[in-house]
């Protein structure tokens, strides 16, 4: 099996080690990919966007499935693009169609179908410029903090928690009239805060059938001790400790089973992931939104304990067999620390060579923002490298991951030392 993965991130990095390790792959091209996915297979020099050369490159190389990495192009229709080309529609795409990945692409439509399908979430209501004093009119009522999403994809940043009623109305002001986020913020959300500990649970589904991945928790702000702003994510962990078997089945009742309820009910179809982003509050689970791919860097955490050929999953994904699939999961603890380059997530240097990465003792080294240029591996990204190591405990996991971190050099390169520490 030919196998095309688009994407170029740590995530991408992550499946391209997974799928090499399967008898069913034969060729793996990863596009546009990076400096660790050419380890695996062969680059290709396409945007994941540019579907036309997507298309020509699946036939030319008899590719037999794609795996489709980041939101962007699930949001933009490339699954959509397959299915309505007739020489393209035998390939699978892993990854939802253009209506579901509305889940993901529009805030507020996943916050509608929340609704329609009594999933618990926090209480929220949509304004556009047009609405703009009635939006202003609900933040003089509404309790503190609050929080301000952009409908749209704003790359992580588009979302805002506000202390005070006058910086959440400077705030909605900045959104709506000066598009502070552009396109993605024409239509904010405005949230009820939930105060509780986050996690985020994986779903694999072939859109009758699915499978619970393992779950796990990033570490979003770039200090130690959760402070500082707030970046792509700093490590992440799996399993995660305050998400024993009882939580995990209210997840699985009140919010996995609703969302694969509605989705039938509304006729959308979906074969891929669903990344639920939860608040654990008191026990019980709320969605804090839906992704339609897996996350970064939680995917770094969670292939690596899933026991799984990974290529076998996606056949039966694509085939709607997952039914007739057990999933292997491991009980060990995989810790993912992510080194990332000085200045990140601000402007941040890029260029610099990196070394080390032959000297990891315990863990694997899942390439995102770094580039091969005449040889040399050098930083291209905010994140640059993410460490995982898969041990017996948490503590061990911890422990392993941090040193090896430590093992990898590049100039102003920086890392958190703290992840996991609270759990310990």
């Known amino acids: ?116 399908h009594g999933i618990p979430t926090a209480a929220s209501a949509s304004f556009t410029e047009s609405t703009l004093q009635d939006g202003l009119a609900y933040l003089d009522r509404h309790p503190l903090p609050v929080v301000l999403k952009a409908d749209g994809l704003a790359a992580g940043k588009g979302v805002l928690i506000c202390e005070t009623t006058e910086d959440a109305k400077i705030e909605l002001r900045a959104m709506l009239q000066d598009a502070k986020f552009g396109e993605a913020g024409k239509t904010v959300v405005i949230e009820e805060f939930l105060k509780g500990i986050e996690l985020s649970v994986f779903v694999l589904t072939d859109g009758k059938n699915y499978k619970i991945l393992p779950a796990a928790k990033d570490y979003k702000r770039i200090g130690e001790g959760d402070t500082g702003l707030n970046t792509g994510g700093m490590g992440a962990i799996s399993p995660v400790p305050f998400a024993g078997p009882e939580f995990l089945e209210k997840v699985e009742r009140k919010i996995v089973i609703p969302t694969m309820q509605g989705l039938a009910k509304e006729n959308i179809p ?83 060579v990196i070394t080390g990465v032959e000297n990891l003792r315990h863990s694997n080294a899942f390439y995102a923002g770094a580039t091969l240029e005449n040889g040399e591996v050098k930083t291209s990204g905010g994140r640059v490298l993410a460490i995982t190591s898969l041990q017996d405990t948490l503590f061990d996991a911890v422990q392993k991951a941090t040193a090896d971190a430590g093992r990898i050099y590049f100039d102003a390169r920086y890392f958190r030392t703290d992840i996991g520490f609270d759990l310990l």
């Open 1 to 116: 099996m030919n196998i095309l993965i688009l994407g170029s991130g740590g995530r991408e990095s992550a499946f391209a080690w997974k799928l090499a390790q399967s008898d069913q792959v034969t060729n793996l091209f990863i596009a546009p990919g990076n400096a660790g996915t050419a380890v695996f297979g062969t680059n290709v020099a396409i945007s994941p966007t540019d579907f036309i050369a997507l298309g020509r490159f699946a036939l030319d190389n008899r590719v037999n499935m794609v795996v489709v990495g980041p939101e962007e192009p699930l949001v933009k229709g490339v699954h959509d693009f397959f299915l309505d080309q007739p020489e393209l529609r035998h390939i699978p795409v892993i990854g939802p169609q253009k209506e579901a990945a509305q889940l993901e692409g529009s805030k507020d439509y996943s916050k509608r179908f929340m609704v329609r």
């Open 270 to 352: 979906y074969k891929g992931f669903i990344f639920i982003g939860l608040m654990n509050v008191n026990g019980e689970p709320y969605v804090i939104e839906y992704n339609v791919r897996m996350g970064d860097p939680e995917t770094e955490s969670v292939l690596p304990r899933i026991v799984n050929d990974l290529a076998e999953l996606f056949k039966a994904v694509a085939g709607g067999t997952l039914d007739q699939v057990d999933l292997v999961i491991s009980p060990k603890t995989a810790v993912t620390i992510m080194i990332v380059a000085g200045g990140y997530p601000g402007e941040y240097l890029k260029g610099k």
